[in-house]
C-alpha cells in the first residue's frame, strides 16, 4: 500500500502518444526487444549529422531548446525542456541545438537485441 502520510507518491504524467513526430504510428521491434538507456549533452550551436532510427527512440529533454528537421520533408520541430519526443523512424532527420545552454536529453532505445539504432546517412 502507499502511504498517504510524509511522504506521498506523486505521479505526473509527462507524454502520451500514439505517433512519431512525423505522424507514423509506433511500432515495435518484433523479437528479443532490447531497452538500452542513454544520455546525450548537445553543446551550443551543435548540429548533429544527418541520420535515421530503423527502431524506436525516444528522448525526454532535460534542458535546452533542440530543433528537429526531417530533411525528407523539410518539416521541423522545437523541443524545450520537459518535452517529450517520439523521434521519427526511418526518416532523414538532424538535431541543432538552437538554445543558449547545452542540451541535455535522456534517450531510451527499444531494438532488436544487439542492433544499433542510429544511421549516418553517408
Known amino acids: 500500500a502507499l502511504d498517504s502520510g510524509a511522504n506521498p507518491v506523486v505521479v505526473t504524467p509527462l507524454a502520451d502518444r500514439t505517433e512519431t513526430a ?8 518484433q523479437k528479443n ?5 542513454s544520455t546525450f549533452e548537445i553543446a551550443v550551436g551543435a548540429t548533429l549529422p544527418v541520420h535515421k532510427h530503423p527502431f524506436p527512440r525516444y528522448a525526454y529533454v532535460e534542458a535546452g531548446t533542440l530543433k528537429v528537421t526531417n530533411v525528407e520533408t523539410g518539416n521541423s520541430n522545437t523541443y524545450k525542456t520537459g518535452d517529450f ?3 521519427m523512424i526511418g526518416q532523414w532527420h538532424q538535431a541543432t541545438n538552437i538554445g543558449d545552454s547545452p542540451v541535455k536529453l ?11 539504432n542510429t544511421v549516418l546517412r553517408q
Do not use: F, M, R
Open 22 to 29: 512525423s505522424g507514423q504510428p509506433i511500432t515495435l521491434p
Open 85 to 87: 519526443i517520439v523521434e
Open 106 to 116: 535522456l534517450v531510451i532505445d527499444q531494438v532488436e537485441q544487439g542492433a544499433k
Open 33 to 37: 526487444v532490447e531497452v538500452i538507456v
